[in-house]
């Protein structure tokens, strides 16, 4: 069976989660859905990033002890994950144990392979990154990402030697593995390896809320370094090596842009320092913008994802999100852009299809469902919605695919208003129409399960079928004609009620 080793980055607690968080969740989680569907075996992995000077401040702030503000946050984050259905194998805290011994490993080892070495530091950092600058990288002095003053901070730091694996990833990078996509984000780590790489500080004297390093208790690791190896705590780097030899090959990243150069860059060295020689593939998303800026703690934008499940629903909120924004580009985030795909896709299209297909089975076969046609037109129409679908889940577009399985959805609409089998007579031809609509409904079921998993489960309950799903497997469970007919089709209400914005 084949593996597929999904992670989200793990998330800062010294912010609450908020759409953008949910954004880089929610696609992990569709993707994982999807390959669940294809029968891999699936791990997906996220978390919290609990360690470093901004914790600790965060912290400090609101007057308690860093694990106490991490545990409250972090709680944060697994309450939202539960609320939009994310299903997630594992949660990891860095603060965990099994992760500290598993950083102390790993780091060892390139310490030992002689890729670490001690020396002072000296320059701009910026604490909100968690990240030192040089001067050349600042913009009028100040942060280039926050456009907010650095601080200079002198330490004695060990030094990670990235500097020795510039030919490395760039052998790695040019590969012909897709080792990250979109393509553009692959060029754009590229670019910072030919740029020239030099070491980096990876240990801090001046704080103590970090994982010690082994060799030299009075340093900890710079948050980043110990970040990263969650990856690898979590399928038992630490103390299960068989477990992680299986899954490690398996392994896609989800990340966003901004945090590319330490996925992409630094991360691989890292293992190669290690002597993992085997590299992770990477999936880069661009931001949500609200008014042309990251949202963000800092931004006032800030929305909740508690507040549009309000509003829309679980499944309203994950499929807008898959949906709306195409996976790789930034792109626009709105209210008003919910509002329309939620009442467009779900209301009027899939929900509308539901209970149209529903009621004229109650209607004209006695509430029992008949067998679909084998030379239908909508068959063809379903295969290519399979066909580009299983593209799109596999290259990491969701928005693609849920297009594609969404043209099903309206194409099968317009045969029922070509059709209309309200107005036929019971039998042999009112039977074949229903068939088929009921057809593309248990095939539509499967295919909108990574972005609508209960809906999904819903609609197939109601034509009858038993099992959800999600436990079908693709590519056979895709092929015109499953459904047997004979079953009891039930109506219901709406899936999704139409969305009136308060006034
Ligand atoms: N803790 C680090 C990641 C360590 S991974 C070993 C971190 N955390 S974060 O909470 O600041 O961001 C986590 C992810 O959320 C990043 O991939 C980031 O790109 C993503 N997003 C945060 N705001 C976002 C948007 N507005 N839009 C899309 N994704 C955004 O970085």
Known sequence: MAKFYATT?????????HVGHAYATITTDAVS???????DDVHFLTGTDEHGLKIQRAAEEAGIEPIEHATKTSARFQQTWELLNISNDDFIRTTEDRHRQAVQKLLQKAYDNGYIYEATFEGPYCVPCEAYYTDD???????????RPVEHMVEDNYFFKLSAFEDQLTEWLEGDDPSISPTGYRNEALGIVKGGLRDLSITRTSIDWGVPVPWDTDHVFYVWYDALINYATAIGYHDDPDRFDEWWP??????????????????????????ITQLPQLHVSGFLLVGGEKMSKTGLNKIEPSELVEDFGVEGFRYAMLRNHSFGPDSDFSYEGIVERYNTDLANNFGNLVSRVATVVSKKCDGIGPAPT??????????????EA????????????????????RETNEYLQETEPWKMDPGPEVDAVLGNALEVLRIVSILATPAIPT???????????????ADQRLPEAAAWGGYPGGLAVETGDPLFPRFKPSA
């Open 250 to 275: 398996a392994t896609h990243h989800f990340l966003g842009k901004d945090i590319l150069r330490f996925h992409g860059v630094y991360w691989p060295a890292m293992l190669l320092a290690a002597g």
């Open 374 to 387: 084998p030379d239908a037109t909508l068959a063809s129409q379903a295969e290519v919605a399979y066909r």
């Open 137 to 147: 990288d600042l913009v009028e002095g100040n942060c280039p990402i926050h456009k």
């Open 33 to 39: 859905r999807w390959h669940r569907l294809l029968g």
């Open 455 to 469: 809906a999904a489960a819903e609609a197939w309950r109601r034509i009858g079928l038993s099992g959800t799903p």
């Open 390 to 409: 299983s593209k799109a889940w596999d290259g990491v577009q969701p928005s693609v695919a849920l297009e594609a399985t969404w043209r099903l959805i």
């Open 9 to 17: 980055p793990i998330y800062y607690v010294n912010d609450v989660p």
